[in-house]
T-cell receptor, first 110, second 113 residues
Framework: DVKVTQSSRYLVKRTGEKVFLECVQD?????MFWYRQDPGLGLRLIYF???????EKGDIPEGYSVSREKKERFSLILESASTNQTSMYLC?????????FGPGTRLTVT | GDSVTQMEGPVTLSEEAFLTINCTYT??????LFWYVQYPGEGLQLLLK?????DKGSNKGFEATYRKETTSFHLEKGSVQVSDSAVYFC????????????FGAGTQVVVTP
C-alpha cells in the first residue's frame, strides 16, 4: 500500500554541503509538493510541480531548488545547507480530494 | 491571501473526554476544507474533508462541519483514546491552484489514561 516514499527518514549534513531529498509517488499524480514543518509554524510550502519539468515557487523557496525529470519523482535540493534549514521536510502528491504525504525526512544541519 | 487559524496547543485531556479543536479560515471563493493528523514520527494522514458549505466530514469517530457563515471547520470527537494523541492540522485547498493546501499551525493533543 505504499504511496509516497522519501529517501531518508533522518539525515545529518554539514553546513555548506549540497543536499538532495528524494520523493517518489506511485499513484500517477500530476502535482507534487515539498513542505517544511517547524514547531508553531505548521507546514510551509517550498516548491511545487504540476508536471514533468514544470515547477513553481511556494512561500519559502529561498535556499532551495527542485527537479522533476520523471512524473513519479520530485527532488528537493539544498544548494548549500545552512543551520536554519534544520527541519522536517515533507513531500506530498495531490489527488482530487486532497494530498497524500510521505513519512518525512528530519534533516539536521550542523 | 488565504489563511487558516487553529487553536494553540497543547491540549491535554483524559481518556474518554470530549475533544474540540477550533479552526477558522479566510479565503476567496469556496475552498475545500481538511483535517490532517500526524502521529509521532510519521507524516500527515488525511483524517476527513468537506468540499462545500454544510458538508460534514467524519472518520474514526471524528467529525467536522463546514460552516460558511462562521468560516469555521471545528474538529470534534466525543470520547478520545490515548491513541488519538497526535498533532492535528486544519487546511484549506486553495481554489484553482493545482491542489495547493494552506495549513494552520497545528494543534498537539495529548490524551492521558
Amino acid at each position: 500500500d505504499v504511496k509516497v516514499t522519501q529517501s531518508s527518514r533522518y539525515l545529518v549534513k554539514r553546513t555548506g554541503e549540497k543536499v538532495f531529498l528524494e520523493c517518489v509517488q506511485d499513484m500517477d499524480h500530476e502535482n507534487m509538493f515539498w513542505y517544511r514543518q517547524d514547531p508553531g509554524l505548521g507546514l510551509r510550502l517550498i516548491y511545487f510541480s504540476y508536471d514533468v519539468k514544470m515547477k513553481e515557487k511556494g512561500d519559502i523557496p529561498e535556499g532551495y531548488s527542485v527537479s522533476r525529470e520523471k512524473k513519479e519523482r520530485f527532488s528537493l535540493i539544498l544548494e548549500s545547507a545552512s543551520t536554519n534549514q534544520t527541519s522536517m521536510y515533507l513531500c506530498a502528491s495531490s489527488f482530487a480530494a486532497g494530498q497524500d504525504f510521505g513519512p518525512g525526512t528530519r534533516l539536521t544541519v550542523t | 491571501g488565504d489563511s487558516v487559524t487553529q487553536m494553540e496547543g497543547p491540549v491535554t485531556l483524559s481518556e474518554e473526554a470530549f475533544l474540540t479543536i477550533n479552526c477558522t479560515y479566510t479565503a476567496t471563493g469556496y475552498p475545500s476544507l481538511f483535517w490532517y493528523v500526524q502521529y509521532p514520527g510519521e507524516g500527515l494522514q488525511l483524517l476527513l474533508k468537506a468540499t462545500k458549505a454544510d458538508d460534514k466530514g467524519s472518520n474514526k469517530g471524528f467529525e467536522a462541519t463546514y460552516r460558511k457563515e462562521t468560516t469555521s471547520f471545528h474538529l470534534e470527537k466525543g470520547s478520545v483514546q490515548v491513541s488519538d494523541s497526535a498533532v492535528y492540522f486544519c487546511a484549506l485547498r486553495i481554489t484553482d491552484s493545482w491542489g495547493k493546501l494552506q495549513f494552520g499551525a497545528g494543534t498537539q493533543v495529548v490524551v492521558t489514561p
